[in-house]
């Protein structure tokens, strides 16, 4: 059996026919290379794990080299698309089966998002990317309910659908997977919020339509069934579920070069070092490493000059042994590297381990400028430097290139540096001039490149018209003449006969004019030999199906030709591309990638014979990515790294070393950690050299590591000089506490809610760094605030970005966007004159800073301390720090780790760690400030000294009153005593501020003195530089001028004076017309003047009332002017009025004088009177300005005595009137508390008075105007110029009471509908989780039990005996969750408690004889149901536990145990729920109180069937109970039937009826499908804009009803509401 044995006993499925079992799918193969990368559906849809091979060589199916390419390649592939799997079979469920259980429970682990496909829209071909296809999605639901720059930047921060994420297009049974296409247009990163165009109409894009996105797709791996696959999809009419899976951070670029190098080393295994690499098993544990081969030649020696500090000669000789010491002493290199770097010159494959801060960058550049130095001698090539990310690439490159090498090429395009973009590859090749032998290649390869474009195009074109009906009308003709002849007749001979029908309804008419037959039909190969006339529908419908199945598989056959050949030329125009790409490199000193670039650009580097290749940071590399970067040409590979730093990330823990049941595998071991610590102690160990000398860290620093984990690392003499931290009494310590960490509360598309963060910590580093940077000595990055979790790092972020600018890592941001946290790409604050650096443990590797704040987060009585566990972490975490390192942590979480307790012994033992951190005042040294809080650093510390005061001189010679702060800050302190200054001019004194600019135009007032101006004016007490120049100051002086013509005078400002002719007169005209009244018009609009002449003179007709008084009462005629008519009796009303109110009944009638009858939280129903009030101010005796009924004003606002400037205010603003010139009589004034006064006709207009009262012309009001219609006031009426308050204005009480009343009921409507959706949601989750739970073992024991129970009489009674009975938490939360509604339900009745009381006080006062105007406010007309939602809401979590509870007595084997329900009140209270429905008119809460009957009563019917002996009594039931209830089942029935509204219950209706009728056990709507209704609700009563009520008191908004025409029905009822107009 071809079996590898495991561990000596278990057996091994070895991959593809070496299987026992045989191969797991069609993707199963012993051989690496015949893999496809991308899992096939055959592979999806396998339940067998794929080969894993293990870490243990001796353990492979293959030996050597090809056992460790085969393994990196499986392992690779599987932490990559191994998670995969999982997420793609669950959406192929989902699409299989929509409805299914599976999509409410089934979660994979992997994060993924899903996208509807509504349409594949076009198919198109580039030349870069080839073939690809355009898709419309469904908006996200998140991002649909944006607006649309909302939108735009949440698709841009989310980072969805980015270029090259790679995407699985899923149709059932059918997966394909694809790259997002450059050609995707996703929203500008660098848009600008202020400046955006509107996206044109129709624009394809994934962010301008809030309905659809839109996407393109390039194939990740062509196949010919993808592209017969995706044909199929572009010719299909037929609505298709489809959809479109990403897996965000999964980019095609990032994997799939790698693994295809990988299997192109396997092909040629031309790997070199391979045996050192995959030595022989049971060889040598050490070995010499021989020099590189091209050291080899005779005499051959480094010129080592350029290292020297004296520029004079230093060579070596491989052969020779090295002399460091010499080195060391002629160079700026210690001892440890400079034997590192001749080491590394004298072996073929050199390692050299780096711990923090010896300068491992440093070495590498060195070896670098050496092998440079040497180049041409030694014929070496470029020299290819790899990294695993960007950013310690450009670190490298940048560095090279300022210490002098210029010869640089940087492959990638994610390279953030400026100098590093001049030198890209991609740009120096668009500039370069072509040689004539890359003109002609590229000159024969573009040509027939886009040839193969254009007919790959003219396929897809013609692929979508009637192509198909054309080749299926030729393939008949070839193949069955016959059936040709009758299909198409002799008519198809002729041209003109085709032009009038496509060939498909040819064929359409044929099979239908078949005569349907009864029989079989027959054979094709005995059709094809009959009489085509002869067949039946059967057989032609048979025929017609195999011709279009045989053009259809032709199609796809010269579908793929086509792409084939396209992807030949593409290939070979990209060679042709690569070859100039080969030349440019070829001239490069130094080519850097990234391992990911470098395998992408595999094909080119192989041809380049590069002999050197450098790697830093190889600890972090995975060893895959190193040997696809070990060039066939390599003879010098040199590794720097730290296997006791960070390991390579990979993203399935299952793998990992970490991870006990990984490490089997351990992918996340190096390559370098492999060579230097092999797993076995028989395995062949390569000699390394090790970095000894730190120049970091202060010695108390580098102390935590040298006695942990580097026990020879020794310090550099000037890290002992360092300075203290400012501010702070000792350089190192621990702060302790023990404040609990929290989880991170997980995002709509978070999987696990892995993340913590830790409040305590945020506010304390918080304080902390605060303290540091106002101790004004660190410059722009000296301070880095590092976490090991994205969660805290989000928190921190949001916190310290308030008050500093804040440095965010690159990959921490990233990771961030990743894991949807809500981050903003740039942050540039700067309050305090300081940076930040801020980034997680991993992504701070290879940094420093002088101070490092430490945020460790994780605090719990477990000890679990997560991740930060490792000693990798550990020792990363505490080597970043150069003078300072502060860590805010629990010690005793951290203490289990065996690293931890020697760290935390050791800052025990010297005294650095506790529960209050020590500060210190940089004068005071010897205050003692200890902190233990946030807020002890404002009380402390308050200006990062202690509390005394400063005292120091400051610039200006006053004494420092601040409290006691760094000396860098003391020349940013404000003076604030007065300035002393004198100004020179005038010898006055500054009357700023001491630590302010002096004001330029002295402002001190000369009291008394008068200034002449130019124009004849003084201005009085003038200031001190307006004297210095009188003629620029204008004369607000009012000069009297009067008008000729008119002779009306006006005033004017003396420097605003105009020639006397151009004055426009404002004044009224004044004109006695015949009537006797003046004429109303103003002077400008009845004369016509020239040159001081009045020339034409035409006035108004007379507006004003009559004012003829009557006989018989003590009013004037009120009508307007009617002077050749009688005056008509009088129909004014009685003059008798209250503060309230004013008496409707006329003069002639017997008028009942009463108080107004409406409630004070009612609008008043009185008719305000429009006239002056008759009062007199006090003290100055003179008629109130205002109108009668309202408080008379002040004093100061009397038109006689005011001041100048209240005369001069406008108060019409109809004719722009000023006070001075109001007619108080005919308009009286409006005076609101604000001082805003106007005339009672303007503010009438500006408050719409119009649209609540009937008024005459002049303003006067005579009716309350209409009824009125409840939540319709859009908002509070407040003063037109300031808003203010116009509560105090009687006229006004109407309207602003009606606003008042309308906003309140809006507010508690939108507020108890808020609270019944959130119970709703709370409920259908814990329905949710009831029907996934286990059942216990301990369930079916309990019902085995003979025994009788009282279950109680109340509902809650029966929860808990429920609870009490299963003895298991399975009911608790949902127990705890019907105690919320309860409250919520009473906290709901006693906010809708003072609107049901207006509604009886309005009642009782419209009740009473006489009453004006029967008014009713809002409440009184709407039913809000906040108490009836909480009602439904309570007996469906009743209804939910017992049906659960029963159902599961009914699943149990033995039923021993009787049960008895009190269901007199639970019964009462679903008949008051059906009520109080029925009263407010609300169908769906009715229909749901009649099914919450009959559902009850079936449940416990159901308990009674289940007895041995059927016996209703014993349960609590008779026979009355459930005729009543098959009667309540009736009525719902009638309900669900005859109105819309409730048709969303007929599910469970009939599940009820089955109940009831048939004792089939309830199964009513799915949580999926409660959930859909659910979100339907939820949308209602929360649109803006109008807000109307049906005749049934039921409020809606404009986006709640279904039309706004004629038809709008109401959501509740299906009342008709009228046309709406929002």
Avoid at 280 to 294: A, E, S
Avoid at 515 to 521: E, H, T
């Amino acid at each position: 059996m071809a079996m590898a044995p495991l561990k000596g006993w278990i057996p091994q499925d070895l991959p593809g026919s070496l299987s026992a079992y045989g191969p797991r799918h069609d993707n199963d193969f012993e051989d690496i290379s015949k893999i496809r990368i991308l899992p096939t559906m055959s592979e999806l849809m396998s339940t067998r794990q794929d080969y894993r091979p293990l870490y243990d060589p001796s353990q492979l199916h293959l030996p050597g080299i090809r056992g460790l390419i085969d393994r990196h390649f499986r392992l690779l592939r599987e932490d990559t698309v191994g998670p995969l799997k999982e997420g793609i079979c669950e959406e192929l469920r989902i699409l299989e089966d929509p409805r299914g259980e599976h999509t409410s429970y089934l979660q994979s682990n992997v994060r993924k998002y899903s996208y509807s496909v509504v349409d594949i829209v076009d198919t198109t071909c580039k030349r870069r990317s080839g073939l690809e296809f355009h898709l419309k999605l469904k908006q996200p639901e998140l991002a649909s309910r944006l607006s649309t720059e909302a939108r735009e930047d949440w698709w841009r921060i989310s980072k969805r659908l980015e270029i090259g994420a790679l995407v699985c297009f899923l149709e059932r049974d059918t997966a394909v997977f694809f790259a997002v296409s450059d050609s995707t247009i996703r929203p500008k990163i660098d848009s600008n919020k202020g400046n955006r165009d509107r996206p044109p109409f129709g624009k394809r894009d994934l962010h301008s339509n809030a309905s659809f996105a839109y996407v393109s797709l390039s194939l990740a791996e062509p196949s010919d069934t993808d592209l017969r696959v995706m044909l199929r999809a572009i010719r299909s009419k037929n609505p298709t579920p489809r959809s479109l899976i990403e897996f965000p951070g999964v980019l095609v670029p990032s994997f799939k070069p790698a693994l295809s190098a990988l299997q192109h080393i396997s092909r040629t295994l031309d790997l070199p070092f391979t045996n050192l690499l995959a030595p022989v098993l049971d060889g040598p544990i050490q070995v010499t490493i021989p020099p590189p081969l091209y050291t080899t030649k005779p005499k051959f020696a480094f010129d080592l000059k350029c290292l020297t500090s004296d520029g004079g000669n230093f060579t070596f000789r491989p052969k020779n042994d090295p002399n460091p010491r010499d080195l060391s002493i002629r160079s700026s290199l210690d001892e440890g590297q400079s034997r590192a770097l001749l080491n590394t010159l004298k072996r073929g494959l050199a390692l050299i381990q780096g711990p923090p801060g010896t300068g491992k960058s440093y070495t590498g550049e060195a070896i670098i400028k050496v092998l440079l130095a040497n180049k041409y001698k030694a014929e070496i090539g470029p020299i290819v430097c790899v990294c695993r990310t960007n950013h310690a690439l450009d670190q490298l490159l940048e560095n090279l290139w300022h210490d002098g090498v210029k010869k640089i090429i940087r492959i990638g395009s994610r390279s953030e540096s400026l100098i590093l973009q001049q030198v890209n590859l991609r740009k120096i090749a668009q500039d370069v001039e072509r040689t004539r032998s890359e003109k002609k290649t590229l000159g024969k390869s573009g040509p027939a490149l886009e040839n193969a474009e254009k007919a790959l195009k003219a396929f897809i074109t013609q692929i979508r018209t009637s192509m198909i009906s054309q080749r299926e009308k030729e393939h008949v003709k070839d193949t069955a003449m016959l059936c040709y002849k009758a299909i198409f007749g002799t008519e198809q001979d002729q041209w003109t006969a085709s032009i009038h029908r496509d060939e498909d309804a040819y064929f359409r008419r044929w099979v239908n004019e078949g005569v349907v037959s009864n029989s079989a039909p027959r054979e094709i190969r005995i059709l094809m030999k009959q009489d085509p006339t002869t067949f039946s529908r059967q057989e032609r419908s048979l025929l017609r199906e195999m011709w279009a199945s045989a053009v259809i598989s032709d199609l796809e056959d010269e579908f793929i030709s086509l792409h084939r050949s396209h992807w030949a030329a593409k290939k070979r125009h990209e060679m042709g591309i690569g070859e100039v790409d080969l030349r440019i490199l070829g001239h490069a000193d130094v080519i850097g990638a990234t391992t990911a670039g470098l395998a992408k650009n595999l094909t080119t580097l192989r041809n380049l014979r590069a002999k050197v290749l450098l790697c830093e940071e190889a600890g972090e590399v995975l060893e895959s990515h190193i040997l696809t970067s070990l060039l066939p040409s390599v003879e010098h590979a040199i590794l720097i790294g730290d296997h006791l730093q960070l390991r390579p990330h990979i993203d399935n823990y299952e793998l990992s070393i970490a991870n006990p049941r990984g490490e089997k595998y351990s992918l996340d071991v190096s390559l370098f950690e492999r060579l230097v610590k092999p797993p076995r102690p028989t395995d062949l160990r390569l000699p390394f050299d090790m970095l000894e000398v730190q120049r970091r860290m202060h010695p108390s620093i580098s102390n935590l590591i040298r006695s942990t984990l580097y026990n020879d690392l020794k310090d550099f003499k000037e890290v002992g000089g360092y300075p203290e931290v400012a501010g702070m009494r000792k350089r190192l310590y621990w702060f302790h506490h023990e404040y609990p960490e929290s989880r991170t509360i997980p995002s709509q598309n978070q999987v696990a809610d892995t993340s913590r963060t830790n409040k305590f910590e945020v506010d304390m580093v918080c304080a902390f760094v605060s303290h540091l940077v106002r101790q004004g000595v660190y410059n722009h990055n000296d301070i880095a605030v590092i976490t090991p979790y994205l969660g805290q790092l989000h928190k921190l972020r949001q916190r310290l970005q308030e008050s500093f600018e804040v440095v965010v890592e690159d990959q921490d941001l990233m990771d961030s966007q990743d894991e949807d946290f809500d981050v903003t790409p740039n942050i540039h604050r700067q309050e305090l004159g300081s940076c930040l650096r801020l980034a997680t443990v991993d992504n701070f590797q290879g940094e420093e800073a002088k101070v490092v704040v430490i945020s460790l987060v994780r605090s719990n009585l477990d000890q679990q301390c997560g991740f930060m566990q490792t000693t990798n972490r550990i020792n990363v975490l505490l080597s970043r720090a150069k003078h300072g390192m502060y860590i805010f942590g629990n010690s005793t979480t951290y203490g289990g780790v065996d690293m931890w307790s020697e760290v935390i012994s050791m800052l025990k033992k010297n005294g650095n760690i506790g529960t209050s951190l020590p500060l210190q005042c940089p004068r005071h040294k010897d205050a003692l400030i200890e902190v233990s809080g946030p807020e002890d650093f404002a009380r402390l510390s308050p200006e990062a000294g202690c509390n005394a005061q400063c005292l120091q001189v400051l610039e200006c010679g006053h004494a420092c009153l601040s409290k006691c702060h760094a000396a860098p800050l003391h020349m940013t302190i404000k003076c604030h005593q007065r300035c002393s200054l004198i100004k020179k001019i005038c010898g006055h004194g500054c009357p700023n501020r001491c630590g302010e600019p002096c004001e330029e135009n002295c402002s001190t007032v000369l009291e008394g003195k008068k200034l002449f101006l130019p124009c004849g004016h003084f201005l009085t007490s003038p200031r001190c530089w307006q004297t210095l120049v009188p003629g620029e100051i204008e004369c607000r002086q009012r000069i009297k001028i009067t008008i000729p013509g008119c002779n009306h005078s006006v005033e004017l400002p003396c420097q605003g004076y105009v020639a006397v002719n151009d004055i426009i007169c404002r004044a009224r005209c004044g004109h006695f017309l015949p009537c006797g009244h003046q004429c109303p018009g103003s002077c400008k609009t009845c004369i016509v003047r020239e040159g001081g002449r009045v020339v034409k003179e035409e006035h108004r007709d007379c507006i004003s009332i009559c004012g003829r008084s009557y006989g018989t009462c003590s009013h004037v005629c009120e009508r307007p002017c009617h002077p050749n008519e009688e005056c008509p009796p009088c129909d004014m009303d009685c003059d008798v009025q209250c503060k309230h109110t004013k008496c409707r009944k006329t003069c002639s009638e017997r008028c009942p004088h009463s108080r107004c009858t409406m409630p004070c939280a009612a609008p008043c129903n009185w008719i305000p009177c429009s006239k002056r009030c008759k009062k007199v101010l006090q003290p100055c005796g003179h008629q109130c300005p205002s109108l009668c009924g309202e408080i008379c004003p002040d004093a100061r606002y009397c038109q006689t005595c005011a001041s100048e400037d209240i005369k001069r205010t406008v108060v019409d603003t109809i004719e722009v009137r000023e006070y001075r010139d109001i007619d108080l009589d005919t308009d009286p004034c409006i005076f609101p508390k604000c001082g805003h006064i106007m005339t009672a006709l303007s503010m009438d207009c500006k408050l719409g008075m119009s649209d609540y009262y009937e008024s005459l012309d002049d303003g006067t009001v005579i009716a309350i105007k209409g009824p009125y219609e409840p939540l319709t006031s859009a908002t509070i009426k407040a003063c037109p110029k300031c808003r203010g308050s116009l509560r105090n204005i009687s006229r006004y009480g109407r309207l602003v009471r009606q606003a008042l009343l309308d906003e309140s009921t809006r507010r508690f409507i939108r507020w108890s509908h808020a609270q019944f959706i959130m119970l709703e949601r709370r409920l259908l989750d814990e329905q949710q989780q009831l029907e996934h739970s286990k059942n216990s073992e301990q369930l079916p024991k309990l019902f085995n039990k003979v025994d009788k129970r009282e279950m109680g009489v109340f509902q809650i009674d029966h929860m808990l005996a429920i609870h009490k009975s299963i003895n298991n938490d399975r009911y608790k939360r949902i127990i705890a969750l019907y105690f919320d509604i309860f409250l919520c339900m009473d906290r709901v009745r006693g906010e809708e408690r003072p609107y049901k009381l207006l509604f009886d006080l309005v009642e009782q006062a419209n009740s009473v004889e006489g009453a004006i105007g029967q008014f009713e406010p809002g409440p009184s007309r709407v039913h809000t149901r906040g108490e009836l939602l909480s009602q439904v809401t309570l007996f469906r979590c009743y209804l939910m536990v017992l049906s659960d509870f029963l159902k599961l007595r009914n699943d149990a084997p033995k039923r021993c145990t009787t049960m008895h329900f009190g269901l007199e009140k639970p019964i009462e209270d679903c008949e008051l729920l059906i009520k109080l429905a029925q009263t407010t008119g609300y169908i769906v809460q009715e229909a749901e109180g009649h099914i919450f009957f009959a559902r009850l009563v079936g449940l416990i019917k159901q308990l009674a069937n289940s007895e041995e002996h059927f016996d209703l009594k014993v349960v609590g039931l008779c026979d009355a109970t459930i005729a009543k209830a098959k009667d309540h089942y009736s009525q719902a029935q009638a309900l669900v039937r005859d109105y819309q509204p409730a048709t969303h219950l007929q599910k469970e209706l009939d599940a009820v009826g089955k109940m009831l009728n048939h004792g089939v056990f309830y199964t009513g709507m799915s949580v999926q499908e409660q959930r859909a209704i659910h979100r339907e609700m939820a949308k209602k009563l929360t649109g803006i804009g109008y807000w109307g009520t049906c005749a049934h008191g039921h409020p809606f908004t404009v986006a709640d009803v279904n039309s706004l025409g004629e038809d709008a029905k109401c959501p509740e009822c299906g009342a008709n509401v009228g046309k709406i107009h929002p």
